[in-house]
């Protein structure tokens, strides 16, 4: 079977942690024989140089053409004076939305060698941490109306949070259903108790939770799940919530498991291709040294297997040969603790890659 890829290396250590990832997805294919095409395609400061525009119409064609998209980073200090609207990251956000992708998952995972890594080692004990956070992605307060006017008390602003029936629908039904695959525990997250849009968000999620019995069901304010996390993190399976509330929480989640450099992401829509990347940026300060973690973006890699592709076993593979690796002791330096073996990006890379047999 073929699957065409779109690659999007971008900027800083984009192109070194894609690269090890590429090797990681191709090794697969032999063993498994199937073949990844990749078209690679330019956006962020890359595609500034080159074309004056963050995702120029061709990238963002290239990408609706491919079965799926795999991103390294974008951005940098080269284009931090650039207006807004030519920024790397707008070209990020522009790829979102051009795929339509409403759905953000997000998983937290502690990998048990790791745990001298996470600030809150004394806290989890053996619980462990295995966290699928599912963030709203194209909707609520970053896209809702916003403005300034002046009044008689000097300048005022506001943004404007809004959610409708359908928006919450689609999302609950992913989050009950990555629930049945999971532990079966839901935790919608919002501030009814204040909002609005939290009540009618509230209402709908228990609206679909009666087609999944299974699942058990709590709700929980934002301020309350800020602090859970902290608490006592091993209590949470999937946390579904909104644009913004998920950006904070999902950013609290992967910190609490070790290094950014560890914590993959998917975005999806209706169709089939997803957006995968890790949740770091492209990290300038440690371009070009061979010194990223590219377990993020191999991480990635898996999820566009098991997510876009329905290739479940391949995806698994993936994980329990990064977790192989974690356990015979080798770290890139952003995971490195005294005893254990401090490898660079392309070594991390040729050692998952060496599992694969
Ligand atoms: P960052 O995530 O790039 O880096 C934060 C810190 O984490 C740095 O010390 C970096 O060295 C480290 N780090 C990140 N990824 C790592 C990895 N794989 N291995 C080891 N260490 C890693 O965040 P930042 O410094 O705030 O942003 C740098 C640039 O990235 C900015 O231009 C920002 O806009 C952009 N950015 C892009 C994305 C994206 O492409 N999705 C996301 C966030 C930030």
């Known amino acids: ?31 498994y024989s199937h073949e990844f095409v990749f ?5 962020g400061g890359v595609a500034i140089d080159k074309y004056n525009d963050p995702l120029p119409k061709e990238s963002i064609d290239a990408c609706l053409n491919n079965d799926s998209v795999l991103l390294g980073a974008v951005g940098g200090p080269k284009w931090d004076h650039l207006d ?8 990020l956000l522009k790829l979102r939305s051009g795929l339509n992708l409403f759905t953000n998952l997000r998983p937290a995972v502690l990998h048990n060698s790791l745990k001298e890594s996470c600030v809150l080692k004394s806290e989890i004990g053996d619980k462990g941490i295995d966290i699928m956070v599912i963030r ?6 970053y896209f809702g109306e916003r403005g300034r006017e002046l009044t008689t008390l000097g300048e005022s602003a506001w943004d404007t949070e809004r959610y ?42 228990i609206e679909v939770s009666s087609r999944y019995p299974e699942v058990a069901l709590e709700h929980m304010y934002v301020d309350n799940a800020a602090m859970q996390l902290i608490k006592d993190p091993s209590q949470f399976d999937v946390i579904v919530t909104s644009n913004m509330f998920g950006d904070i929480l999902s950013d609290e989640a992967s910190q609490i498991t070790g290094s950014i450099g560890m914590l993959p992401s998917a975005s999806l829509g209706k169709s089939n291709i997803g957006l995968y990347e890790p949740i770091h940026g492209s990290a300038p300060d440690i371009a070009d040294k061979d010194l990223a973690n590219p377990i993020a973006t191999i991480l990635s890699a898996a999820m566009m297997l098991k997510y876009s592709f329905g290739l479940e076993d391949e995806s698994n593979e993936i994980e329990k040969d990064v977790t192989a690796v974690l356990d015979e002791g080798f770290r890139t330096p952003d995971i490195f603790t005294n005893g254990t073996k401090k490898v660079g990006t392309k070594e991390m890379g040729n050692l998952i890659c060496s599992k694969i047999i």
């Open 1 to 31: 079977m073929i699957y065409n890829v779109a690659l999007i290396p971008g900027d800083g250590i984009g192109p070194e942690i894609i690269k090890c990832a590429v090797a990681v997805l191709n090794k697969i294919g032999e063993k």
């Open 39 to 43: 078209q690679e395609v330019d956006a």
């Open 84 to 91: 807004v609207e030519i920024r790397p990251e707008k070209g």
């Open 136 to 141: 709203e992605l194209t909707g609520g307060i």
């Open 164 to 205: 409708s029936y359908e928006e919450i629908k689609r999302i609950a039904k992913v989050a009950f259903e990555t629930a049945m695959k999971r532990r079966k525990k839901l935790v919608s997250v919002d501030k009814a108790n204040v909002l609005e849009s939290s009540r009618l968000w509230r209402e709908v999620v």
